[in-house]
């Protein structure tokens, strides 16, 4: 659970006519993250073998020419098969796309020029517009001798600069209509200039308005022949849309079974380009948690029993690019998604996933304690977890966080006391953070220290999982940063608290001794790890550079420390806002008549959408910043189990 | 010094010096240009910053896919420090975000030109996954699509939609990606403007230093290269480049269009920066341009120097992260084609001799 799950390298070596029943049963496992095999071969492939990267080929085109007729009859492919469908051959599927692309095409290509028409009658339309009133023969504007007229529509951003560029070159750029981003303009000059004209307005993205030659009355009856072509051209692309939406109810689920049949197989095709290759036999190649590597050989052994299986599970610390499976149980998954979203781990350092599953909740309850409001928060979380509210069904992946931090909550609601923003009505376990101001940012200082601390423990532990000695000992976040950091606390806390058990002379020798290996812990590192040089690059850039460090370092800490004051913070601000709702509800209606109830169930509503979702936002601002950053790298490789039904894309 | 500044710029300050601190040193460069091979400029970069992003099958890393792999680290950066950086600063680091997008678009776009399919395209493109209105799989359904029109339909839920939809008139008369590509770049950098111009105080005035900077060097860049490359005419450059800039004025960009000498107008707008001697004839471009570039890693470096709360230390950070990837591109593609270093060593921008001196 700490540590991603442990990996073995699996290599199966597959009879040629096993290879695709072998592959359907790694995929079905659910399990195999294939890994490229294919220079794993070397000999020369017989010519009678298939070909499989031209099937890959070949289904990848019949699925784009699917996903064609799919747009065209505006068919969504919906969510993957439950069960891998049936492979399908080239040729089948080939005949039954060509029969779908006969059956539309004709509809769908009728449907688009009509809307292309429609639009294109639509644009003179608008362009005619601004000219209606003129009394002017179109026909006589297209064969002008001397004078150079150009309509069309243009970019508006682009109108100064065309008018700039024309500066020298005499003309007039008149403004019909101004849009929110086109404009409809004419540009005046005379026919010697035409070629400079014409190149300057196509450079400003002028596109001319050219009416058919059958529009060459004035604008005003050429408006009207317009508006009458566009009605005929509506009733016609209603007529296509009917036959087309007929085709839609017709094929939808004919084209959406084809899709994954074909998708399902040019992923088998792809994959087995991947295995490596020998004169009789494949070569697959890929890795397997080892706690399924059993299930899945008697899998493979149930599909064929003359594939050879080979097993070999490395140890954490060998390099490799070996992928990470986070195993973490149920309840944690959703945890899993914050951690991902930071960044994966990688195979030899631990998986902070338990960590934040504990602490997330804990910082979200301490700034947000309200029995009333935590509760609420859990039922929206079993509701997004039931996935029985549709609009909310995208968010079911974070229900379990949702329901963890409005427990932790009502947790923190009994210890300051709080429901629903009341005050008097549970009994305060701990304190009422409103009236124990100092208190509580003391006290969630306190949990800050703890929670860097654990930060740093994590990073030694991640030091020893991978057998970074030097940098265990001597990181600012290692043993050294550990020892410097509680060292500087101590000295703090003996300034304000007399008495403490460790004297503060033995304390500012800690803080030196563990202060200067910090200081030089990259050169101590190297020494250690038996890297040279020691110093990378000069030496008295080096000296300089070293102290700066160090004083970032100690900023880093106290700054790190101070983050975490906002958790109280946040704690009286949940207080306060509750009251300011009870007093408007107050000024609303004194007598607390339905007024008041309206203001403070308006108020609680409030208070739980905005400030919940900030709360929540800082939480996660002090997971990924202050706590993280003190242990996790991330960079693992992503665990990607073969199937054959995955969506297109990455 | 403002309260509220420090405050709001206190943790991006601190992770921009950490990130900083990761950047390639001199001396990390010395050892990947003396690298034997493609495999052992892999080996050196498995252990900097880049190391995580290259753990992939050694089989599977390709130049073209090491250089994918690289550009996550930028993605990474620029996903942190914009949900770092406080408004109105976050929108500034956006727009520079979306520089990316657009070159996905073009690159996705010249897929759609070409027949291409996503296999070939999707590693070419800068990976992206947060702040970002073209998803991958938008970007895939647009490479399928096998049609410009269809394409920039697929576009309609974008702000490129407008841009795209209005130039494709003109791609369909030309059959050329030109337009397309201008409109998106034009598109492109007056929102960039934009977003300088709506910052205040000490914000506006870094930005337009660092990235005002990156502005004009693109401005000017493209009025040289339409007269040189493309014979365009006078109204044609003024109308493909942009009226506004830190240091290069609308007058600059005009003169180039009428014809000016380049030398003369390049060197009355950087007095300081020395060009190859080349450039003074008209000639070698991609020297120029190198200088330039050198330019703008100067000046972001510079950026770290003094008042340090503000949005240009974030927004100079991610400009060097990407001529930093920009210089481990051609250092890749280099080995990989086994050139000898003194063949591309000078096509290194942070590598520059100004390099040793200004570093940190």
Not at chain 1, 495 to 502: E, H, K, N, S, W
């Amino acid at each position: 659970m700490f540590r991603p799950q442990a990996m073995s390298k699996v290599e199966l070596v597959v009879p040629e006519h096993d290879v695709v029943p072998v592959t359907k049963a790694l995929a079905a496992s659910g399990v195999f993250h294939p890994t490229l095999s294919s220079h794993l071969g070397g000999e020369r492939v017989p010519h009678y073998a298939e070909d499989w990267q031209e099937r890959a080929a070949t289904f990848a085109e019949l699925e784009r020419r699917i996903m064609a007729v799919m747009e065209t009859l505006d068919v969504d492919e919906g969510p993957p098969p439950a069960e891998t469908p049936h492979l399908i051959e080239p040729e089948t599927a080939q005949m039954d796309i060509e029969h779908l692309e006969w059956e539309t095409r004709a509809p769908v290509r009728e449907l688009e020029e009509g809307q292309r028409k429609l639009a294109q009658l639509q644009r003179y339309l608008d362009q005619l517009k601004p000219i209606a009133d003129l009394e002017v023969d179109l026909g006589t504007l297209r064969n002008l001798r001397y004078t150079f007229v150009l309509l069309g529509t243009m970019p508006v951003a682009n109108l100064e600069r065309l008018q700039t560029s024309l500066e020298l070159i005499p003309s007039a750029l008149v403004t019909l209509r101004r849009e929110e981003h086109l404009a409809t303009v004419v540009l005046f000059g005379t026919q010697r200039d035409a070629d400079i004209l014409n190149r300057a307005a196509r450079s400003a993205y002028l596109n001319a308005l050219e009416p058919p030659e059958t529009y060459h009355d004035t604008p005003a009856e050429a408006i009207a022949a317009l508006k009458s072509e566009i009605e005929r051209t509506r009733q016609y692309l209603t007529e296509c849309q009917t036959t087309v939406d007929y085709l839609h109810e017709t094929y939808v689920q004919r084209l959406c079974h084809l899709l994954w049949q074909v998708r399902a197989s040019r992923t088998l095709a792809e994959t087995i380009t991947r295995y490596g290759r020998l004169r009789y036999t494949y070569l697959v190649a890929g890795w397997v948690p080892v706690s399924q590597m059993d299930t899945l050989q008697q899998e493979i052994k149930h599909v064929s029993d003359k594939v050879l299986i080979e097993v070999d599970t490395p140890s954490r610390q060998e390099d490799g690019h070996i992928p990470v499976a986070l195993g973490n149980p149920l309840i944690m998954r959703a945890f899993q998604g914050l951690v991902t979203t930071y960044g994966r781990p990688r195979y030899d350092e631990l998986d902070p996933t338990p960590m934040i599953a504990l602490t997330f909740p804990l910082i979200f309850g301490i700034m947000f304690g309200d029995v009333g409001h935590g509760l609420v928060l859990a039922l929206l979380g079993l509701a997004l977890v039931s996935r029985k509210v549709r609009a909310l069904r995208g968010l079911s992946g974070m229900g379990a966080v949702v329901i963890m931090c409005g427990i932790a909550a009502m947790l923190f609601g009994f210890l300051y006391g709080s429901i629903f923003g009341f005050e008097g009505v549970l009994k305060p376990l701990w304190m009422l953070p409103l009236e124990n101001i100092m208190d509580i940012l003391l006290a969630t200082v306190g949990i800050g220290v703890g929670l860097l601390s654990l930060g740093m423990v994590c990073n030694i532990v991640n030091a020893t999982l991978t057998r970074r000695w030097g940098h265990l000992i001597f990181d600012h976040n290692g043993l050294a940063g550990l020892i410097f950091y509680w060292s500087l606390l101590g000295l703090a806390a003996s300034a304000f608290v007399g008495d403490l058990p460790i004297s503060p002379i033995l304390l500012a020798v800690l803080a030196g001794a563990s202060g200067l290996a910090v200081t030089f812990s990259k050169v101590l590192e190297r020494l250690v790890e038996g890297q040279r040089p020691l110093i990378e690059g000069n030496l008295s850039a080096y000296l300089i550079q070293t102290p700066i460090e160090l004083f970032e370092i100690i900023i880093a800490f106290l700054s790190n420390t101070l983050s975490y004051v906002r958790m109280g913070a946040f704690a009286v601000a949940h207080g306060s806002l509750c009251l300011v709702i009870f007093i408007m509800a107050e000024i609303i209606s004194p007598a607390h008549g339905m007024g008041y109830w309206i203001v403070v169930v308006l108020g609680n509503l409030f208070v739980i959408g905005f400030e919940g979702l900030i709360v929540g936002i800082q939480t996660l601002r002090l997971e990924y910043y202050e706590f993280f950053s003190k242990f996790f790298s991330g960079g693992g490789m992503h665990y990607r189990p073969l199937t054959l039904v995955s969506r297109g894309g990455e | 010094m403002s309260v509220q500044e420090v405050q709001a710029y206190s943790l991006v300050h601190a992770t921009v010096r950490a990130l900083y601190s990761t950047m390639l040193t001199p001396e990390t460069w010395d050892t990947l240009v003396q690298a034997q091979d493609f495999d052992s400029l892999l080996n050196i970069l498995s252990k900097t910053v880049y190391g995580s992003y290259l753990q992939i099958e050694r089989q599977e890393l390709t130049p073209r896919r090491a250089v994918y792999q690289i550009r996550w680290h930028m993605a990474d950066v620029y996903e942190k420090l914009i949900r770092l950086t406080p408004e109105p600063g976050r929108e500034l680091l956006l727009q520079l975000w979306r520089l990316y997008e657009v070159d996905n678009l073009k690159a996705t776009l010249r897929g759609v030109e070409t027949g291409a399919s996503w296999d070939q395209v999707r590693h070419l493109l800068y990976p992206m996954t947060k702040y970002i209105t073209l998803t991958v799989a938008d970007t895939e359904k647009i490479v399928r699509s096998g049609d410009m029109a269809r394409a920039i339909e697929l576009t309609r839920h974008t702000s490129y939609y407008n841009t795209l939809v209005h130039a494709l008139e003109r791609y369909r008369t030309e059959r050329n990606l030109f337009p397309l590509e201008v409109a998106l770049d034009l598109d492109y950098h007056r929102w960039l403007w934009q977003s300088i111009n709506q910052l205040t105080g000490i914000d506006h005035e870094q930005t337009l230093r660092v990235v005002g900077t990156v502005l004009d060097v693109n401005n000017l860049l493209w009025a040289i290269r339409y007269r040189v490359y493309h014979h365009l005419s006078e109204q044609e450059i003024i109308n493909y480049t942009l009226p506004f800039g830190y240091q290069v004025r609308d007058e600059d960009i005009r003169a180039i269009a009428a014809g000016a000498n380049i030398a003369q107008v390049v060197g009355h707008i950087y007095p300081n920066v020395e060009f190859p001697p080349l450039v003074s004839g008209g000639g070698a471009l991609s020297a120029l341009e190198l200088s330039l570039r050198r330019h703008v890693v100067k000046t972001c470096r510079a950026a770290f120097i003094g008042y340090p709360f503000h949005v240009g230390i974030p927004a100079a950070y991610l400009l060097l992260n990407e001529h930093e990837i920009r210089d481990l591109t051609v250092l890749i593609e280099a080995k990989a084609s086994r050139l000898p270093a003194e063949a591309f060593v000078s096509m290194l921008a942070t590598r520059s001799p100004a390099y040793q001196t200004d570093q940190r």
